[in-house]
């Protein structure tokens, strides 16, 4: 008998164990595989009205399941109830949105001599998603949704720490129709469920979210058989504030672009950058915003802040405030246990610290002054970075001159929205590689095939 691996699931807000989940074996994950890829032939046929049906049904199930899901996501990751709903719904909204996809998935007729022209979008295969911690439900979500629109089967591994929606989710397909073998869910760890999938030669697709660093790692494991890759990886996104804002609505925003998820959020705007004329004024009003800010317990209703998701991760944030950092703010957690840090405020930073530099990934925010249009772009762009962004202005031609010089794959406008399932996301330069959500994600989960007809 083989002796079964078992994962135990934390409250990071409580630290108690919440469940035991198994560890899938790299045995396991190819007998995973080699089901999608059986059942692949048949799913793909599966007429485009069929196909949209179930995916109507899975998102119904997720609606009517939304208040479970919601609660288990409180007790895996820590998210407060009001977050975790929102996630719920943004799944259900993004399988929704992509069962309007097999019966749209159109070709095009070219013209050419000679005869007839025409494209098709033919699914790949076997997609694997490997999904990161911080957004368990929305992020797995943006994977299989599309994918399987398009007629590929999945095979999802959500992060170790957090598995608890994945598998539901998994099971919630299955009551909704689709076949088991088209959509299956494995946890377990990320170095050998996570890198198996990558290195698998029938797996045609990864969809990666996670660091920049094992993002890397996936890429080159990819590169041995062409494998297809869509990388959502790290941000440092600058929220940048002129004085012909609105400073009151952009300092009372500001800490929520950041702390939302207790900074553990690849959007998060964790360098503001404001002109120099109305720093004083703008740190003014920033501080009693962030102090305002609700941390406590995750379950009730008007709480806006959680714990980080484990006691290493709280360790990783805190190396970036060591002893004598430039605190401007620090607010107040919860006494007893969970994996708590306070909303920061780091201010003045020089832009070689690394707290300026770096994905923290928590809440610690840092705050630079700067002089002018053209020096708010350079400064933001000084990142290898570049997922997200805000602009704050009234003057409605700079919105648009600095949108289109910061290099970042999202940016708003006198608002922090960054994902927006309707609109394409992702990120330029080391955040990442190809584009989800909206209606170009299909062109990830699909390859051209042109076929020409002599006539
Ligand atoms: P991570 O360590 O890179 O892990 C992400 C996922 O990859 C997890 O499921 C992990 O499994 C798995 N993994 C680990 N090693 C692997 C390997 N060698 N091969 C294949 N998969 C492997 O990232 P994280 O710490 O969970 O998440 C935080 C990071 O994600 C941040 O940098 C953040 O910016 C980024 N992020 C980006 C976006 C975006 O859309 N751009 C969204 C959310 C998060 P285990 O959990 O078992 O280790
Ligand atoms: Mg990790």
Known sequence: MVAVSLHEVINPATEAVVDRVVRTSVAEVDAAVARARAAFPAWAAVSPGDRARLLRRFAAAVDADGEH???????????????????????????????????????????????????????????????????????????????????????????????????????????????????????GQGSVVGQRLVDHPDVRKIVFTGSTEVGRSVMVGAAATMTRITLELGGKSANIVFADADLERAAATAPYAVFDNAGQDCCARSRILVERSVHDRFMALLIPAVAG????????????????????????????????????????????PGFWYPPTVLAPVEMSDRAFREEI???????????????????????????????????????????????????????????????????????????????????????????????
């Open 69 to 187: 899901l919601a609660s288990l996501e409180v007790a895996n990751a820590g998210h407060t109830i009001t977050n975790a709903r929102w996630e719920a719904g943004n799944a259900r909204d993004v399988i929704d949105y992509y069962a309007g996809a097999p019966e749209r998935l159109f070709g095009r007729q070219i013209p050419v001599a000679g005869g007839v022209n025409i494209t098709f979008h033919e699914p790949l295969g076997v997609v694997g998603v490997i999904v990161p911690w911080n957004f368990p439900m929305p992020i797995a979500a943006w994977g299989f949704a599309p994918a399987l629109a398009a007629g590929n089967t999945v095979v999802l591994k959500p992060a170790e720490v957090t598995p608890l929606t994945a598998l539901r989710l998994g099971h919630l397909a299955m009551e909704a129709g689709i076949p088991p073998e088209v959509f299956q869910v494995i946890p």
């Open 293 to 336: 800010v609700r941390v406590g317990d995750p379950t009730r209703e008007d709480t806006e802040m959680g714990p980080l998701i484990s006691a290493a991760h709280r360790e990783s944030v805190a190396a970036y405030v060591p002893e004598g950092a430039p605190v401007a703010f620090r607010g107040t957690v919860p006494d007893g």
């Open 361 to 455: 990934f928590g809440p610690v925010v840092t705050v630079v002054p700067f002089d002018d249009e053209a020096d708010a772009i350079r400064i933001a762009n000084d990142s290898p970075y570049g997922l997200s962004g805000s602009i704050w202005t009234e003057n409605g031609g700079r919105a648009l001159r600095v949108a289109r010089g910061v290099e970042a794959g999202n940016l708003s406008v006198n608002s922090h929205s960054s994902v927006r399932y309707w609109t394409p996301f992702g990120g330029f330069k080391q955040s990442g590689l190809g584009r989800e959500l909206g209606p170009d994600a299909l062109s990830c989960f699909t390859d051209v095939k042109n076929v020409f007809i002599s006539t």
